[in-house]
């Protein structure tokens, strides 16, 4: 099991950038699928962005594809989200989250994934 730590999040202006950072301690980090998500207020928890298990293969949600970048440091073990051109849509508490058995097909299900961190929120004023 995974255990996770968010920071980096805060208030910005519309346009702005922010890197979020997750810690990942306990296990391995490497062989983790990790991921990032989302939840606005009123809103379900939605995918953000994932990387599988450390083979360079990145994936996206629409919404953010081209603004936001996944990237991780397996020697640090940490991951982060590079967060561009952000606007009031992107208003939400990002969580990180990790799996070491979820299989590609169930990288943007909230549900695939065992380990979560407490979260941290991110405020777009415009």
């Known amino acids: 099991q995974l255990q996770l730590a968010e920071s980096g999040g805060g208030l910005v202006q519309a346009g702005d950038s922010l890197k979020l950072s997750c810690e990942l301690s306990g296990r391995t980090f490497r062989s983790f699928t990790v991921a990032w998500f989302r939840q606005a207020p009123g809103k379900e928890r939605e995918f953000v962005a994932a990387?599988?298990?450390?083979?360079?293969?990145?994936y996206y949600a629409d919404s953010v594809k081209g603004r936001f970048t996944i990237s991780r440091d397996n020697a640090k073990n940490t991951m982060y989200l590079q967060m561009n051109s952000l606007n009031s849509e992107d208003t939400a508490t990002y969580y990180c989250?990790?799996?070491?058995?979820?299989?590609?097909?169930?990288?943007?299900?909230?549900?695939?994934?065992?380990?979560w961190g407490q979260g941290t929120k991110v405020t777009v004023s415009s």
């Open positions: 990387d599988f298990r450390s083979y360079g293969r990145s």
């Open positions: 989250a990790g799996d070491s058995t979820l299989i590609l097909s169930s990288i943007r299900d909230e549900r695939a994934y065992d380990d």
